[in-house]
């Protein structure tokens, strides 16, 4: 499979400072879905809501570039944003009928690298025709692809890389299972990383 890059088409309303932060997030977040971990992950969640896609087409769509609103399959991801203030808990948005994705400074401002690149995933999914009833559908597909992405970026900053699953085949049923493989971790390390992931 051929590299996917994110293309930044617009950002509006960002300071210079947003746009740092911003593209860096964007390069880890490409570093992250170029990975054959990935490929493993999407392949292996089980998705909700996914509009009758299995979990490989799910994956093509996501990494060939064409949307609803670009149909070329040219590897471009493309990302239209604009940053806005409201006091409500929306994080981010986009809307059917418009390509670009709003992002909510109130949360901007205190997300990491790993929740913007998490968050833009999660609204290229909804151009991709993906959707989800409500913030709880964690297993949705735009909510499921946004974890992935937010992990792998976090895993490649605290441990300097990226996890790896493990596949585990039962012989007696001839079926797969994949666990994500993780060090042990301390309590205090824990700790560290979930304040981490806050600020």
């Not at 570093?31 to 990935?38: H, S």
């Not at 998705?47 to 799910?58: E, L, R, S």
């Not at 151009?127 to 490649?156: C, Q, T, W």
């Not at 890389?161 to 993780?182: F, G, M, R």
Request: charge should be positive.
């Amino acid at each position: 499979m051929k590299r996917t890059t994110f293309d930044i088409k617009n950002t509006e309303n960002f300071s210079d400072k947003e746009k740092t932060k911003f593209f860096a997030a964007i390069a880890k977040a490409e570093d992250a879905i170029n990975t054959v971990e990935f490929t493993r992950r999407v392949m292996a969640y089980k998705f909700d809501q996914t509009n009758g896609d299995d979990n490989y087409t799910i994956l093509l769509k996501f990494m060939d570039g064409a949307d609803k609103f670009n149909p070329e399959k040219d590897g471009d991801i493309d990302v239209y944003i604009t940053m806005y203030y409201s006091r409500r808990r929306v994080v981010g948005y986009t809307k059917p009928s418009t390509y670009w994705t709003w992002i909510n400074r109130k949360f901007f401002s205190g997300f990491n690298h790993a929740s913007i690149g998490g968050n833009v995933a999660h609204e290229y999914c909804h151009n991709l025709g993906f959707n989800h009833n409500s913030a709880k559908d964690h297993d949705s597909v735009p909510y499921a692809i946004g974890y992935i992405v937010r992990d792998m970026i976090l895993e490649k900053e605290t441990y300097g890389k990226y996890l790896t699953s493990s596949t585990v085949v039962n012989p007696s049923t001839d079926t797969a299972t994949t666990e994500i493989i993780k060090p042990k971790t301390s309590f205090w390390t824990k700790v560290a990383l979930f304040f981490k992931r806050l600020f």
